[in-house]
């Protein structure tokens, strides 16, 4: 089972930061969090991750709570092309080994 | 485009037939992953390779299933005796240890439809 909780599906406008939330209580000292997306009928696309630290890259930013047990995935400005299912994954990132996909958020940009 | 590549993007057969597909990893990358996703699902791992070892194996990868790495380079996913249930898309995804971290790169999948 995934490791990882997030929302079936969000909404967000045109424009505005879309923030994605996801769970992941039972994290290890050694795991990081990853995010991925999947536009309908392509491979899932890598977007970030992270330990410990907030990231930020071309992409999107990553929170992540001091306690490490909750993260949220902010799209800054959000488009049309950013609709997707993304997908929160937990796994130790030295050897990373297989990712177990939970269903991820549908999240729908709507203009 | 990740760098990536899977051949065929789509297929078609009848059941009972056998297929392969072949993924072309990012050529730095020594590690390759096969994944399987069916409608309204995550993907779900099947097997993976360092280098030309394969060193994992779901128990989703029925004796029907074969994959191989011959040369560390390009893999290919082998079905033998096709059933409808093996109807999904097949992933490919590439990595390279850099630091502590492993990020995985997927290629655009192989669609398979069996009939």
């Known amino acids: 089972d995934a490791k990882t909780t997030q929302p079936t599906s969000m909404d967000c406008a045109e424009g505005r930061a879309a923030n994605l939330p996801c769970n992941h209580s039972?994290?290890?000292?050694?795991?990081?969090v990853y995010w991925y997306r999947q536009i309908h009928s392509q491979g899932p696309q890598y977007i970030i991750h992270?330990?410990?630290n907030n990231e930020t890259n071309e992409m999107a930013s990553l929170i992540i709570t001091e306690d490490r047990k909750s993260s949220t995935l902010i799209l800054p400005h959000a488009t049309l092309r950013d609709t997707a299912v993304y997908y929160c994954?937990?796994?130790?990132?030295?050897?990373?080994?297989?990712?177990?996909f939970g269903k991820g958020t549908k999240l729908s940009v709507k203009p | 485009d990740t760098g990536v590549s899977q051949d065929p993007r789509h297929k078609i057969t009848k059941r009972g037939q056998n297929v392969t597909f072949r993924c072309d990893p990012i050529?730095?990358?020594?590690?390759l992953y096969w994944y399987r996703q069916t409608l309204g699902q995550g993907p779900e791992f099947l097997t993976y390779?360092?280098?030309?070892?394969?060193?994992?194996k779901s128990r989703l990868l029925s004796d029907r299933f074969s994959a191989e790495r011959p040369k560390g380079s390009f893999s290919t996913l082998e079905i033998q005796r096709t059933e409808q249930g093996d109807s999904a898309m097949y992933l490919c995804?590439?990595?390279?240890?850099?630091?502590?971290?492993?990020?995985?790169?997927f290629g655009p999948g192989t669609r398979l439809t069996v009939l």
């Open positions: 995804a590439s990595s390279s240890r850099e630091a502590n971290t492993d990020t995985q790169y």
């Open positions: 039972t994290i290890s000292g050694n795991e990081y």
């Open positions: 992270g330990l410990k």
């Open positions: 994954i937990v796994t130790s990132g030295g050897s990373q080994g297989n990712l177990i």
């Open positions: 050529s730095e990358h020594n590690r």
């Open positions: 390779f360092q280098n030309e070892a394969q060193l994992e």
